[in-house]
């Protein structure tokens, strides 16, 4: 199993189905598909996403998603774009009620204490 440091983090990637610099880089923060590209067509980009979700998820931190989970699994234009209806990945999480890490539900947890503690 090879790994690649993105971030200060590895993602392993196995010999069969091995992920280049650059299409690692697009399933995380861009969208490329066609000749010459890093990904020949949407169904490579899907295939390499979901062969490699584990480890590319493990590589962005709280209220964060690589581009390809907007994509591919949600089937949206990802937060923060123009076209998007959501200003950040934070409020699309929690706008679409999709599933939270533990370190996500820590934080949400905290800033509510926070808030009742504010009130009092």
Do not use: N
């Not at 010999?15 to 697009?26: F, N, P, S, V």
């Amino acid at each position: 199993m090879a790994r690649v440091r993105l971030r200060g983090r590895s993602v392993s990637v196995t010999r069969k189905g091995e992920l280049t610099t650059m299409q690692i880089q697009i399933l995380l923060h861009g969208f490329e598909i066609g000749e010459g590209a890093a990904f020949a067509t949407p169904a490579e980009y899907q295939g390499a996403w979901l062969a490699h979700r584990d480890g590319l998820l493990a590589t962005v931190g709280a209220f964060c998603r690589p581009e390809a989970f907007w994509w591919v699994e949600v089937g949206i234009v990802p937060p923060g774009c123009k076209a998007s209806p959501y200003d950040s990945e934070e409020a699309a999480l929690l706008g679409l009620k999709l599933a939270l890490t533990a370190q996500e539900q820590a934080i949400l947890a905290a800033r509510a204490s926070e808030e009742e503690r504010t009130k009092l």
